[in-house]
């Protein structure tokens, strides 16, 4: 006994046990449930999740303003704390220093170890940054 696949047409190889085959391939036989699926949920009432047939009397569009690349970048919002108060960043070198030790310290902390990565290159970029800045030595 051969059947034709129901979605392409091709035939499709009965083995005789159990229930003959209506698809050729998974993907087949998906299509075939999504268009059933589809018409059925066409067919019902729109107030029960079907389409409404009127024709579309009206188009809506949106214009998207970019930023362009010559304006200057937005000003740096304030981070806060995951408790809702307002971070401060340190005020002189002395804090600075003090800061990074502490962080030097935390770095095992399972708040920080996870994005241990992140923070590592956050500190590189900002080595970068103190280096390119720096004057020359005398």
Do not use: N
Request: hydrophobic share 35%; charged share 30%.
């Amino acid at each position: 006994m051969e059947r034709t696949c129901a979605w392409c047409g091709k035939p499709v190889a009965y083995s005789g046990r159990g229930r003959p085959p209506r698809y050729c391939s998974a993907a087949h036989r998906r299509r075939g449930w999504e268009l059933r699926t589809a018409q059925e949920r066409a067919e019902r009432p729109v107030d029960d999740g079907g389409r409404d047939r009127a024709p579309v009397r009206e188009v809506v569009q949106r214009t998207v303003v970019l930023q362009e690349a010559a304006q200057a970048p937005p000003a740096p919002r304030p981070a806060q704390r995951l408790s809702g108060q307002p971070y401060t960043l340190p005020e002189d070198a002395v804090e600075w220093v003090e800061a990074l030790a502490a962080l030097r310290r935390e770095v095992t902390h399972p708040q920080i170890y996870p994005f241990r990565e992140q923070v590592a290159r956050a500190c590189e970029r900002a080595a970068l940054a103190l280096r390119a800045g720096a004057p020359e030595p005398v």
